[in-house]
């Protein structure tokens, strides 16, 4: 297991940016596929798509069109699925392992507000304002055949509900939910993790539950 974003800035990308990660999506895309691959090849069963803080909004607002972010946001799944196919067309690459899964990452609302938010959970926005910023990427993600949604550093319950709401529109599309928190007992808006996997449980489609970007001794 490992850092996307630490390996981009390990050859010498720079994602001091709103944008972080998916900035380089529209830099340098090739650098991408090179990450990924060197994961593969360190035995990684999973890839993890650049698409963490690719939104429409988070495009839009840098200029680009609707169209350009939909086929940016696109692109981290194909990147990530042609390095693994490729990987996994070597017989020598199959030897002891499964067929290495393709996840879509798909970030916080807090993560396109890039004000550390995602650590907090204090939204200023409610239910109906998370659904319509997460509908049209993550039917965009989808429509783009990843194996499964990484849906990654959530601070708050209502955001995975929301998440999994909309993933049950999707049916047969599953997903992981994975919290940020505060302590081991905790996420970051301060509800119980006992309580959001209770919740999380009684989804068929979410297929597991974690946390992430969290201190190792909460862990």
């Known amino acids: 297991d490992g850092a996307f974003a630490t390996e981009l800035e390990r050859r010498g990308c720079d994602l001091d940016d709103p944008l972080w990660s998916a900035k380089i999506l529209v830099e340098n895309p090739e650098i991408i596929g090179i990450v990924h691959t060197d994961y593969l090849e360190s035995g990684a069963d999973c890839v993890i798509t650049a698409s963490y803080q690719a939104t429409y909004e988070g495009f839009m607002k840098r200029g680009l069109s609707e169209e350009q972010a939909r086929e940016l946001i696109e692109l981290s799944i194909k990147i990530a699925t042609k390095v693994r196919d490729a990987f996994w067309a070597d017989p020598e690459n199959r030897i002891n392992r499964p067929k290495p899964l393709v996840a879509a990452s798909v970030g916080p609302y807090g993560a396109y507000l890039a004000d550390g938010s995602e650590y907090r959970g204090d939204y200023t926005l409610n239910e109906t304002g998370l659904v319509t910023f997460h509908r049209k990427r993550l039917q965009t993600l989808i429509q783009a055949k990843p194996d499964i949604l990484a849906c990654e550093t959530l601070p708050c319950l209502i955001e995975a509900q929301v998440i999994v709401g909309l993933l049950e529109e999707n049916p ?7 919290f940020s928190a505060k302590d081991g007992l905790h996420i970051n808006s301060g ?4 309580d959001c996997a209770r919740w999380l449980d009684g989804s068929e489609q979410v297929a597991a539950v974690g946390v992430n970007c969290t201190a ?3 862990v």
Do not use: D, F, N, R
């Open 172 to 178: 047969g599309i599953y997903g992981w939910v994975s």
């Open 191 to 194: 509800e119980k993790i006992e």
């Open 216 to 218: 190792p001794e909460h």
